[in-house]
């Protein structure tokens, strides 16, 4: 009996995970309750956009300080100011509550230790001054005004430049040729072979300003960089993700990169956060090569076991994934490198197809 009962429940298992995709996946109704019902791979994504979504929504409602919201709409102000021809009253529609958020993240303190709060104020400052002449926006200028004139005189030569859209000037441009950022790209391999030497912060932190010049939707930067140079909490770490199996015990620094969802108020974004960290990280591993070290970018499968364990370890909030992993280090000069081949210019390119 009790080899037919195991049987049974073999069957069953093959059934749900090979057949009965298979009956289910042209239609999305299906394909949901399949999930829904035998299949629990997204939960902890539904779970967390769903948190995220609802903490954007009682920031911005609530307490009126929505600091990504605040950062979302500049941008948009920013992207009217720069169009052609250049449109007098624009943004009526959300210019209201980008005020609500002002007033709540604003503080004149932060202007050079923060240059975001600068680009805030520049930015607004310079729509009013440009769309005042309608008079809700008007209104709306006699909110900012009250609310930065602790700021008027303030500032000194560190914020004397604004920080509103400019025109590209060419003796501005960077004189790294194509041949030698090629090869800047070639150097950076995976280094699964590092010295027993420890990493200045420094130069992890100069990397991580370049990695955020990196391109983001809306401009909100919506993930964060979790460092752990500590022995103890990197051999920890280090055990989280796959793939670290045989060189683990060689990575002196860890990252992981952490998205945040909450800077999303719709689940139609849920996957920016994971191209945003890596167009991130790309030119943060860029970096570390040009300052002579390396890293290895460790993949981060969503495995429910695995999640728990990086949640608890970084305690993350219900809204928060950590999308990859990264070992930095100085490379060994005596380890290997895969030389994993990419592919032709031919298979990975289409024109007008």
């Not at 995970?17 to 109704?29: C, D, G, I, M």
């Not at 920031?59 to 009217?80: P, Q």
């Not at 390396?294 to 950590?322: T, V």
Request: glycine fraction near 6%; include cysteine; charge should be positive.
């Amino acid at each position: 009996m009790k080899k037919v009962i195991k049987r049974l429940f073999t069957l069953k298992k093959i059934f749900v995970k090979e057949k009965l995709p298979r009956l289910v996946y042209k239609s999305a109704f299906f394909s949901s309750m399949y999930y829904l019902l035998f299949d629990p791979s997204f939960r902890r994504e539904q779970q967390a956009v769903l948190a995220g979504k609802v903490k954007h929504i009682e920031e911005s409602e609530h307490s009126k300080a929505n600091y990504y919201l605040l950062v979302r709409n500049t941008h948009r102000i920013e992207k009217g100011l720069l169009m052609k021809p250049k449109r007098s009253v624009y943004g009526r529609d959300y210019i209201d509550e980008t005020i609500d958020s002002f007033e709540g993240v604003w503080n004149s303190d932060e202007m050079v230790s923060n240059p975001q709060m600068k680009w805030f104020y520049d930015v607004l400052l310079e729509y009013f001054i440009t769309a005042s002449s309608d008079p809700y926006i008007l209104n709306l200028y006699e909110r900012f005004k009250i609310k930065v004139q602790d700021y008027e005189g303030k500032g000194g030569d560190e914020c004397s430049k604004k920080s509103i859209p400019y025109f590209r000037l060419e003796n501005n441009r960077s004189g790294v040729k194509f041949e030698d950022f090629y090869k800047l790209t070639k150097q950076r391999r995976s280094i699964r072979w590092f010295l027993d030497k420890p990493v200045e912060r420094n130069l992890i932190d100069q990397a991580i300003m370049a990695g955020n010049q990196s391109p983001s939707a809306c401009n909100r930067q919506p993930f964060e960089f979790r460092i752990f140079d500590d022995p103890n909490l990197v051999k920890e770490v280090v055990q989280f993700p796959m793939g670290t199996k045989g060189y683990g015990h060689t990575i002196p620094v860890m990252v992981v990169l952490v998205g945040n969802l909450d800077a999303y108020f719709n689940e139609r974004d849920r996957h920016v956060i994971y191209i945003d960290a890596s167009l991130a990280a790309m030119s943060f591993m860029l970096a570390l090569e040009t300052m002579g070290l390396s890293s290895c970018a460790i993949n981060w499968p969503d495995i429910e076991e695995r999640e728990r364990k990086m949640e608890h370890f970084l305690k993350l909030g219900k809204h928060q994934r950590p999308l990859m992993c990264m070992g930095i280090g100085y490379p060994d000069s005596e380890g290997l490198i895969a030389f994993s081949e990419k592919l032709p210019l031919d298979r990975l390119r289409k024109y007008n197809n």
